[in-house]
């Protein structure tokens, strides 16, 4: 009898001990929800960097901004900080009327919308001695963008065309490049973009210069006045998990060190600038957005 008493004292404690590890494996975690242009940016410099500044686990989640606003929305995922490529994603995600998931967001850095090529693609040549929107209408040419439903990149392709076509008096330059909104011939995940081109799937695609700066990308800068960019937002989510490692994550984002590994990447780094509830902001991440707007 003391026996079975002991051994179910020791087994107790052991499950005790088991569950103490979860919980504080979950409180390292740090679930960092970012649009799919970043991928390259967060899991190999600012979630190492991260992980040795605070000792915490960086976890990322990758995909195009309004397919996570979605996913948020309907309780599919959940996460301590959304990171977005447009600051209208957010607005989708504030208010009662939209489940009350995010009470303020900063927008923190920007990065203009290029075409880029494959070098290796039988159309590289004409990108460096024709117009970039002459070479998008050859026969044959494999082109990449997403959807723009689920990701700001795919509707501000669509936008940049439609200036195009306006700018250089083509009504139907739209139809001729990219087909329909929602070309199956063309539409994919953003998170598999840039894969699809460097393996030669692709010819071209439309990619942000944070994409084509870090992985060479030969790319094309449209005119001036055709310039269209993603603003990158990032708000710590009403129902965060881990909300004092979300705090952590953004603190370091923001910072100098940050900010450096932002401008590393080809990110045109901004002062922060807050939307919606300031009273809703931890007081270390105010301090931290407060030292980056001096």
């Not at 404690?13 to 390259?40: H, P, R």
């Not at 460096?128 to 963008?145: A, D, F, P, S």
């Not at 723009?148 to 940049?160: M, R």
């Amino acid at each position: 009898m003391i026996r079975e008493l002991i051994a179910s004292v020791v087994m107790m404690s052991s499950v005790l001990a088991a569950s103490s590890s979860a919980f504080a494996a979950d409180d390292n975690d740090v679930n960092v929800l970012y649009a799919g242009s970043l991928v390259n940016l967060m899991e190999k410099s600012v979630g190492p960097a991260f992980e040795k500044e605070t000792g915490l686990h960086f976890k990322g989640y990758a995909a195009g901004s309004n397919k996570i606003a979605n996913e948020i929305k309907g309780k599919l995922r959940r996460g301590d900080v959304f990171i977005s490529a447009s600051p209208k994603v957010n607005a989708n995600l504030m208010g009662e009327a939209n489940g009350n998931h995010v009470s303020w967001y900063a927008n923190f850095a920007e990065s203009p919308l290029l075409i880029g090529y494959n070098p290796k693609s039988r159309f590289a040549a004409d990108f460096k001695t024709k117009k970039w929107e002459q070479v998008l209408q050859e026969q044959g040419i494999r082109l990449g963008r997403t959807d723009p439903k689920l990701d700001p990149k795919g509707a501000f392709t669509v936008e940049l065309m439609t200036k195009a076509a306006q700018a250089y008096n083509q009504p139907d330059l739209v139809e001729k490049t990219l087909g329909a909104p929602e070309n199956p011939e063309q539409v994919l995940p953003e998170e598999t973009l840039v894969g699809r081109l460097q393996s030669g799937q692709l010819d071209a695609g439309f990619f942000y210069s944070t994409e084509t700066s870090d992985l060479k990308i030969p790319s094309i800068h449209p005119a001036p006045e055709l310039k269209i960019k993603a603003n990158y937002t990032l708000t710590i989510l009403n129902d965060a998990p881990n909300n004092a490692g979300a705090a952590r994550f953004v603190n370091f984002l923001l910072s100098a060190q940050g900010r450096k590994l932002l401008a590393e990447h080809g990110v045109d780094v901004t002062k922060p600038a807050v939307n919606g509830n300031v009273q809703a902001i931890p007081p270390s991440v105010q301090a931290v957005i407060d030292a980056a707007q001096q």
